[in-house]
């Protein structure tokens, strides 16, 4: 079976000085033509109760301690958790891509935002900053990333993905491509097409959001932004998604340089 499914609990996964005393990367190796998915669960962040996430680990990861790989953030829509792209097949999806030398090897990490990303209701800080001071620092220390801009991407769905495009523009130094799928619109698209990266939009030409994803796409490239704009037939719904999985992972690889060495 694809993306075996395994739970790990870490210590010490709150922000600040914390990060400088973990350890190396967790000693995790996934053998066989499959990827792993395991669901972490920090001992503590600033995000509350909201702060696990589930990773998927290609095939061969940790095979040689050397090899760091390109991560991809996605962002799961609204009133839902970090499963919902495990759901959707994400990992069925990497591990057919791969085996096809359609995508590179990727690590994809689906953060757990809570059902309107404001974590548990209790917490001060923003979900983009949780994402840029907390998780994207916690993650580079326990898994073998590449750790720097060119090796990092973010993506949702829904109401994800207008998080992610404001993580984007307003973290530009942190990731070097975004993707809104059946987005919500974000609040600054002028901030988004200063960022300088590669979109990827796309919709369902039956939701009830395309219209307004059409004109963003629109406004982006109004605004000198590179957009890749991709309608086509569906609906606001999980079959839509599932079904353009690897058209999202093809992008987010290609803007990575992902490659199979």
Known sequence: MAAASLTVALAGCGGGAALAQRP????????????????????????????????????????????RYPVVYLLHGGSDNDRFFVELGVGE????????????????????????YDGDGSVDTSFSDYVADELVPDVDSRWRTVPERAGRAIGGISLGGRHALEFAAEHPSLVVAAGGHSTTVPGSPADLAAAGIPIYLDDGESDGLFDDDEALAAELRRQGADVEWHPAEGRHDRSYWSAHLTDYLRFYSDALGADDE
Do not use: K
């Open 24 to 67: 190396a990367p967790v000693s995790t190796v996934v053998p066989g033509p499959h990827g792993a998915v395991e669901h972490v669960i920090p001992s503590q962040s600033a995000f509350g109760v909201h702060g696990d996430y589930s990773i998927y680990l290609p095939p061969g990861y940790g095979q040689d301690p050397r090899r």
């Open 93 to 116: 999806a990497m591990d057919a891509a791969l085996a096809a030398g359609t995508v590179g090897p990727m690590i994809l990490v689906l953060p757990d935002g809570g059902p309107m």
